[in-house]
């Protein structure tokens, strides 16, 4: 066996509990929370999808990577919420950087390297491919719920309003017009069929 | 809005179903079982993660795009269990045109037709890429199954033994060396621990 192989076993064994962490969105027909790896495989096939959006010169491939492994740190820091407090978002960096640590830590160099640099591009947000991965991870769950005719989520989200999701969205989708106005098309239909309040 | 857009979700809309669909294999820790779209999320992240024991030349962008959708037409055509009769496999095969012309059709040429072509490259197993994304695809739910200490699982499948498991993945993973040898190892593993007949 390849000297590094059990190694990759045991970190892609690791991976697999992604499918056991709860996102807050719902798939788009309500049954279920979704979880983090399926999320993450609907992030990528979107990068595919709607690559023709992207800045010129983005490289999708990058894109894809950071995109099937921005969560994975989510493995032992769980998920947070987007709409969390800015304590809470800074208590979870500490804690995803604790996570990075002891996930990756479990392949040897240089591919340890590989992953963390990967986690670091994705949360640093200053490439086009940071970027881009960005704003379909903004733009996903607000599909979804619009999808499920549940935006707002009155039960779930009693505080959630378009107004506040616009100003949450936007710094991550205004560089790219049609993901942005995508967005903002279902926050005003949402509005517009009493889902959210405006 | 692009006029491209309102298909383009409409189809990523769709392959949230994908979420939906159940396989025969169980996540390792046995509590359910994986469905199709965080099993693309695993496949592609071992792509990325064991890209070393791919062919020299290999294109891994190119895998991990088969990798994302290689599954999508079960949305329409659902899963086979891979020990199915040869008879249900080709009826499997119909299902799946029907279902790749169905799905695809969502989204404008010439995105249907770079859709149409990856399902085409994975299922006919000739290049380099998708020989190496099959070979994951068919390593993957044995290193599951035999992590999760239940390689035989005896009450759901009573008749796979080791010899007839070797059989089924060696076409496809003879090829690639170590992982060939991670195969043969997991499954000898589970006959030796009792978990699977020989």
Sequence with gaps: MPPHLPAQLEFLLMCDRLKAVSRSTFLHDGSRPENSAEHSWHLALMALTLAEYAAPGTNLPRVVELLLTHDLVEIHAGDLHFAASPEAHARQARAETEAAAQLFGLVPEPQRATFHALHAEFEAAQTPEAQFARALDALQPLLLTWAGGGLGCAMREPDLTAARLRALKEPRLRAFPALWTLA???????????????
Excluded: K, S, Y
């Design 184 to 198: 903002q098309t279902v926050l005003a239909d949402a509005v517009e069929v009493g889902t959210l309040p405006a």
